[in-house]
């Protein structure tokens, strides 16, 4: 874009270029018909784009039919197996090799301990991406892009981790040092930001484009936010920090404030999931949510990981009725609740999302 905010030529074709992209996604098959007459393109702009995709690879025909007139009516998708992806994932602990939409095709356990330094992950992870592609034949020139996933406070723009207590990292520069080794572009995001981006981005409901994740990874309470289909980072890339919402007294929280949801959460859990300690922690954490809805008014609450998993179905009714009774106007509000129905994949999911709307961007 030009600094007057105008598009230039070349940006404005590869603006419809995207569109017509994310069209087809949006499709998943569509006739080249269809697209003339629902994108607001000429003919033969159309015809040109389709032309370049088919010849990226980024097209294919899913199949011929026939028009109204007789002609042949070509059907098209998106030829998701041209390109691969490679996925860092933190929280399930594993580099996979993906195609453009998330479909896992190799995958290699990689965990590390939290004395590594960003450095030593970013040489660790180059040799084994080498390892990898080799392992499936695959030449790093195929690979279309890199997403790493990491748990934390993390700059998406400036490619950075600014702060992670899992890891014990603070401002690792990953994009920086992972651009020195790699041929292809990197991308980098919050776990919960992928999960709740992978959840959304396999949702059957157009109508939902609102929708809150409630993270619980080793008791520890993050959050994420979607609104309008976008996910929401903040002004300092710190949205989501559910868990140090101020709710009782407790001990010191890891950020070293007291009176944290988490911190309260890990208190109540510290001897076990009992019933009672889960019915318990199940009543700060719904009041905690219910505060979350009244500000975010998602159309959807994602309930993902550890302490969620362990609920009965009675807890996790007294959960819906916690953030019911807490919420204003909860009879008229368009409001589900469910689990995450990805699981482990959701993640790497959401990264292949992600780099799919950065690379092909509409706005
Ligand atoms: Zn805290």
Redesign the pocket.
């Known amino acids: 874009m030009k600094n007057n905010g105008f598009l230039s030529h070349a940006d404005s074709a590869s603006l419809n270029k995207n569109l017509i992209i994310n069209y087809i996604k949006s499709k998943g098959i569509v006739s080249q018909t269809q697209i003339w007459e629902d994108v607001n393109l000429s003919r033969a702009s159309v015809s040109q784009i389709i032309k370049q995709l088919t010849e990226m690879d980024l097209i294919k025909v899913a199949g011929i039919g026939e028009s109204k007139g007789g002609r042949r009516r070509l059907a098209l998708t998106l030829n998701y197996d041209s390109k691969q992806l490679i996925i860092y994932d933190w929280m399930t602990k594993q580099l996979c090799v993906t195609n453009l939409n998330g479909v896992v095709i190799s995958a290699e356990p990689f965990g590390f301990d939290s004395g590594t330094s960003p450095e030593q992950f970013c040489q660790i992870l180059y040799q084994k991406t080498e390892i990898l592609l080799k392992k499936i034949n695959v030449d790093s020139s195929q690979i279309f892009a890199m997403g790493l996933v990491f748990p934390g406070l993390v700059d998406t723009i400036g490619g950075k981790v600014l702060y992670s207590l899992e890891m014990n990292w603070n401002d690792a520069e990953i994009f920086d040092m992972t651009q020195k080794m790699f041929r292809f572009p990197v991308y980098i995001d919050r776990t919960a930001n992928m999960i709740l981006l992978g959840e959304y981005s396999r949702l059957q409901d157009s109508s939902i484009r609102n929708a809150l994740l409630i993270l619980s990874d080793n008791t520890r309470l993050g959050s994420a936010l979607l609104q309008d289909g976008k996910i929401i980072h903040g002004g300092n890339n710190m949205n989501g920090e559910l868990?140090?919402i101020r709710v009782a007294d407790s001990p010191v929280?890891?950020?070293?404030?007291k009176g944290?949801l988490?911190?309260k959460v890990i208190e109540i859990l510290s001897h076990g999931y009992d019933t009672a300690s889960l019915s318990l922690a199940v009543e700060y954490i719904g009041i905690a949510i219910s505060t979350a809805v009244n500000i975010f008014d998602p159309c959807l609450i994602l309930l993902y990981g550890d302490i969620f998993e362990k609920l009965s179905d009675r807890l996790l009714s007294r959960l819906n009725s916690y953030i019911f009774d807490n919420i204003v106007n909860s009879d008229s509000r368009n409001l589900k609740i469910t689990y995450s129905f990805l699981g482990r994949s959701a993640s790497i999911t959401g990264m292949c999302e992600n780099i799919f709307r950065k690379s092909f961007p509409i706005v």
């Open positions: 868990g140090h929280c890891n950020c070293g404030k944290c988490e911190a």
